[in-house]
């Protein structure tokens, strides 16, 4: 099946450790993305990539880093200078020429 | 002012019921709209696009008024199934390619029966 995966779904860290979360792709979309959204409230954009091996902040980027090495894949690592990292993140992909994005199934991020 | 503004809910209405969504968006120059389906604790799925002349899918009609700057979702005939939080998104185009999406806080929906 073509689509979006993310990975895990629920992941648990302390305070003070890094942590990547994993999202891939197998719908040869060039453009990838990564949101993070808190209770009650709308996506926010963290980072952007239109195309490999190049990639972009967004409203949010700070204690976020990304990689873009492959089409299919866009790693988000949330470090330890992320004030507020407990959130559920997002990534979606857009296919060249469309304005849609799609959606992963998310990632619900506890730092305790 | 929010870039994307929508009124929260929740709308609680009886199955079988009408119900509109109403949606303002901050920037003249937005090319693109669109409504977005979010059941609770998952991600959001496209619902429909938005088109300048409106345009229907089953009992779902999206509006669009540019003078305004306000888009609409009427649901007709409500389905318990149709009990979601409905996220207004639209096409700022801020970046390079004029491809950046900003979303609103979403309007919940919750049909009884």
């Known amino acids: 099946d073509g689509g979006i995966t993310q990975s895990p779904k629920y992941l648990f860290r302390k305070e003070g450790q890094n942590v990547t979360l994993s999202c891939e792709q197998n719908l040869n979309h060039d453009a990838m993305y990564w949101y993070r959204q808190d209770p009650g409230q709308g996506l926010r954009l963290i980072y952007y990539?239109?195309?490999?091996?190049?990639?972009q902040k967004g409203d949010i980027a700070e204690g976020y880093s990304v990689s873009r090495e492959k089409k299919e894949s866009f790693p988000l690592t949330v470090t330890s200078a992320q004030k507020n990292p407990t959130a559920f993140y997002l990534c979606a992909s857009r296919g060249q020429g469309n304005y849609e994005q799609y959606f992963g199934p998310g990632t619900r991020l506890t730092v305790t | 002012r929010k870039e994307v503004e929508q009124d929260p809910g929740p709308f609680n209405v009886p199955e079988g019921a009408t119900v509109a969504f109403n949606c303002t968006y901050s920037n003249s120059a937005s090319q693109s709209f669109f409504w977005y389906r979010q059941d609770c604790r998952k991600e959001p799925k496209l619902l429909m696009s938005?088109?300048?002349s409106g345009n229907e899918d089953g009992r779902f009609t999206a509006q669009l008024n540019r003078a305004s700057q306000y888009i609409s979702l009427l649901i007709r005939d409500s389905k318990l199934s149709d009990s979601a939080t409905y996220l207004c998104?639209?096409?700022?185009?801020?970046?390079?390619?004029?491809?950046?999406?900003?979303f609103g806080g979403g309007t919940r929906l919750m049909v009884k029966p």
């Open positions: 938005v088109y300048s």
């Open positions: 998104v639209v096409n700022m185009g801020r970046d390079n390619a004029g491809n950046m999406l900003t």
């Open positions: 990539s239109q195309i490999v091996n190049d990639f």
